[in-house]
């Protein structure tokens, strides 16, 4: 015997909340991948490119878990399977408490977050701008997309190694006042011409007015906070309809057992 009236409508709105599941789990993989393919994602972790990989990989495994349980729940929900109703609400169930850990660990490691991206940037600037490859890839792909130079300006180049390649030990200033450094291309906002000027500064003199001023830091902080809550907000609003989705399968489980409790 068929589910009917409110129990029926119940097996319909499951199967679009599934259908629900099955579009965030295809978002979150078009995620991974994006994080995968465009370097400005990974600069926060270049530091531990294992543990940022690491990232990558469970955003994609709980985009496939989410298209898994989206799929399960439409065909628990046609079939009226109530076996398959309640593997798929352990599935659900185990989504929901992964997430919700994910965000109680996010907003308590906030600050340590922080102090990672300022430690990083710092580092790439100091030490490893133009002497490991991926690092100038990346960090270029940072200053131009965000108009920003150094970590906290363009006189953090002065001390780096990008300027003192055979020097050890670096910091962000240079002992006389009237030595030139070299300021990367990706800092310069105008023309090639322009730029040719303008990359060559001294330590005691102005910036070129084609060299972007603010460092990079504090707008990597505000984009990285912007998306935390971005995140975070949408994590609610997932959990929130899986949680709806939990309690929908729970009852609609319940009607499939007494209906065949009924048939026999």
Same mark, same amino acid.
């Given at each position: 015997? &068929?589910?009917?009236?409110?129990?029926? =409508?119940?097996?319909? %709105?499951?199967?679009?909340?599934?259908?629900?599941?099955?579009? @965030?789990?295809?978002?979150?993989?078009?995620?991974?991948?994006?994080?995968?393919?465009?370097?400005?994602? *990974?600069?926060?972790?270049?530091?531990?490119?294992?543990?940022?990989?690491?990232? %990558?990989?469970?955003?994609? =495994?709980?985009?496939?878990? +989410?298209?898994?349980?989206? @799929?399960?729940?439409?065909? &628990?929900?046609?079939?009226?399977?109530?076996?398959?109703?309640?593997?798929? @609400?352990? $599935?659900?169930?185990?989504?929901?408490?992964?997430?919700?850990?994910?965000?109680?660990?996010?907003?308590?490691?906030?600050?340590?977050?922080?102090?990672?991206?300022?430690?990083?940037?710092?580092?790439? %600037?100091?030490?490893?701008?133009?002497?490991?490859?991926?690092?100038?890839?990346?960090?270029?792909? +940072?200053?131009?997309?965000?108009?920003?130079?150094?970590?906290?300006?363009?006189?953090?180049?002065?001390?780096?190694?990008?300027?003192?390649?055979?020097?050890? *030990?670096?910091?962000?200033?240079?002992?006389?006042?009237?030595?030139?450094?070299?300021?990367? &291309?990706?800092?310069?906002?105008?023309?090639?011409?322009?730029?040719?000027?303008?990359?060559?500064?001294?330590?005691?003199?102005?910036?070129?007015?084609?060299?972007?001023?603010?460092?990079?830091?504090?707008?990597?902080?505000?984009?990285?906070?912007?998306?935390?809550?971005? =995140? $975070?907000?949408?994590?609610?609003?997932?959990?929130?309809?899986? @949680?709806?989705?939990?309690?929908?399968? $729970?009852? +609609?489980?319940?009607?499939?057992?007494? %209906?065949?409790?009924?048939?026999?």
């Amino acid at each position: 015997m &068929a589910l009917t009236g409110c129990y029926a =409508f119940m097996k319909h %709105v499951v199967t679009l909340l599934n259908i629900l599941y099955l579009s @965030f789990g295809l978002l979150l993989m078009l995620l991974a991948v994006w994080m995968w393919v465009d370097p400005t994602f *990974s600069l926060s972790m270049v530091q531990d490119e294992a543990s940022y990989y690491t990232g %990558v990989y469970l955003i994609l =495994f709980v985009g496939t878990l +989410l298209l898994i349980v989206g @799929f399960l729940g439409c065909a &628990a929900a046609i079939s009226e399977s109530q076996c398959s109703l309640v593997l798929y @609400f352990c $599935l659900l169930l185990a989504v929901l408490v992964a997430q919700i850990s994910a965000a109680v660990w996010m907003y308590a490691n906030n600050d340590k977050l922080v102090e990672l991206v300022r430690y990083t940037v710092k580092t790439t %600037v100091q030490s490893e701008y133009g002497s490991i490859e991926g690092r100038t890839e990346t960090f270029d792909a +940072l200053q131009s997309g965000f108009e920003c130079c150094g970590a906290s300006g363009p006189s953090d180049w002065a001390g780096s190694k990008y300027n003192n390649p055979q020097t050890e *030990s670096l910091g962000l200033a240079i002992s006389s006042p009237e030595q030139s450094y070299k300021i990367p &291309a990706s800092c310069c906002k105008g023309d090639p011409k322009q730029c040719s000027d303008a990359l060559t500064a001294v330590a005691s003199g102005p910036i070129s007015e084609f060299i972007y001023s603010e460092g990079c830091t504090e707008k990597l902080l505000y984009a990285s906070r912007k998306s935390l809550i971005i =995140f $975070l907000v949408a994590l609610v609003a997932i959990g929130s309809i899986e @949680f709806f989705g939990l309690v929908l399968s $729970l009852i +609609l489980c319940c009607a499939i057992r007494a %209906v065949n409790t009924y048939k026999n």
